[in-house]
């Protein structure tokens, strides 16, 4: 396996690219809801709740494939993360029709944890080659993330309509094992790296910030962002599932309804790519906040939203989301530390678990349609106070003291 080093990095980031622009499935499901309704015999209620536990298992198994990623490296847990994309994706072309629960426990439980393993170990991987600009690092592969959803959205739609969602099950399964296991093969981490002259000495000699997991759920910081988490996730998980129909019943055709879901890709990707990198600049935590706001806005702006405004309110809803998720790595590396950086980036995942699943079952359980919209825009409004109650992170050893006053969250 060929050795990397700092003048090859790229490839890293090559390879964390690729990996990401096949595992975008929460991005595009609304282009798999109706051939899935149709083709297995499943209710709406059906496919949310796959959407859902699709979601939840991604926070659940983000522990788990962290843990691996820190104990046997980014490679075997991109290995392993490709096995079970790959299982899932196969096993749902198998599944009987009628058979939701069957479906839920073939497709949503592999993909999700999948998905999972290979984030957390790409995401990190990168992080830890591009301590100088983490930002750019997990911007560049959080771009690959969203632009998942527009090349899931046309290739659902070509292969879909010409074979059937079962064979795009199955084409899908090869190509992500094809691409997915390529790319985690090339992962690894940077070698150790001498302290420069210039780094040394009485004001460098602080210890480097790590917190293990357990010390980390002790803190205060932890739950504060677990809970902006949560409860940033109806603002597009509400509505990604139904995105479709609901376009349609506001004006749109059933065309201009199926592009809604490829721009909304697009916005997904163009908040992954630019917000970590403008947070180098403006500091994660104030950047956050910005994005957590603009979903409420948003959020309370699309339940008037008709004809064409309905494109164009989900498509920045879904930049202002994926932009603050794809602030997450860096936001928990910068608070937690390096070394255990898989594992705690799980944990905070947990927070899309909960808003994944505890948003729909509270949207039915109180009978809210319209509703929905002011559900999502309450709620990140609550997350965009808890990040206001976030201390400052603490200043990482090796800056100088310059540094401290370049804003909130300036790392």
């Known amino acids: 396996m060929m050795l990397l080093n700092r003048s090859n990095r790229w490839l890293i980031l090559a390879a964390g690219a690729a990996i990401q622009i096949l595992t975008g499935i929460p991005a595009a499901w609304g282009i798999f809801r109706r051939p899935v309704m149709a083709e297995y015999n499943l209710s ?32 075997a847990a991109g290995l392993w993360g490709t096995a079970l994309l790959t299982f899932g994706m196969a096993a749902a072309g198998f599944v009987p029709r009628g058979a939701a629960g069957l479906f839920c426990l073939g497709f949503s439980l592999p993909v999700g944890l999948g998905t999972a393993f ?34 899931l959205t046309l290739f659902v739609r070509r292969v879909g309509g010409q074979a059937g969602i079962r064979a795009c099950f199955w084409r899908l399964a090869g190509l992500s094992f094809a691409v997915c296991a390529a790319g985690s093969l090339l992962l690894q981490d940077p070698p150790p790296e001498a302290p420069l002259p210039s780094r040394q000495g009485r004001p460098y000699k602080r210890p480097p910030l790590d917190l293990p997991p357990a010390r980390m759920l002790r803190t205060r910081d932890y739950w504060l962002c677990t809970a902006s988490v949560a409860l940033a996730a ?13 376009g349609q019943q506001r004006g749109l055709s059933e065309g201009a309804a199926h592009l809604c879901v490829a721009v909304g890709s697009l916005g997904s990707a163009a908040g992954r790519l630019l917000m970590p990198m403008a947070s180098d600049r403006l500091g994660r935590r104030r950047t956050d906040i910005l994005l957590l706001w603009g979903l409420c806005g948003l959020s309370a702006a699309f339940a008037f939203a008709r004809g064409g405004w309905v494109v164009a309110c989900y498509t920045a809803l879904t930049f202002c989301y994926s932009g603050e998720a794809a602030l997450l790595p860096a936001l928990c590396t910068d608070r937690f530390g390096l070394p255990h950086a898989g594992i705690n980036y799980g944990f905070l995942a947990l927070g899309m678990s909960a808003g994944s699943l505890g948003f729909p079952l509270l949207a039915r359980l109180w009978g809210l349609e319209g509703g929905r919209h002011w559900l999502a825009a309450g709620a990140a409004a609550l997350g965009a106070l808890c990040l206001t109650a976030l201390p400052e992170a603490p200043q990482q050893p090796g800056r100088p003291a310059a540094k401290k006053a370049e804003g909130p969250g300036r790392r």
């Open 44 to 75: 709406r209620a059906d496919v949310s709740a796959v959407f859902s536990l699709t979601i939840a298992w991604f926070g659940v198994g983000c522990v788990f494939g962290g843990y691996l990623q820190d104990t046997k490296g980014p490679r």
């Open 118 to 151: 290979l984030y957390p170990a790409v995401m990190s991987c990168a992080q830890k080659w591009y301590r100088d600009k983490k930002g750019l690092a997990t911007g560049f592969i959080g771009g690959a993330v969203g632009a998942s959803g527009a090349f």
């Open 234 to 246: 109806p603002a597009v998980l509400l509505f990604s599932p139904v995105i479709v129909s609901l």
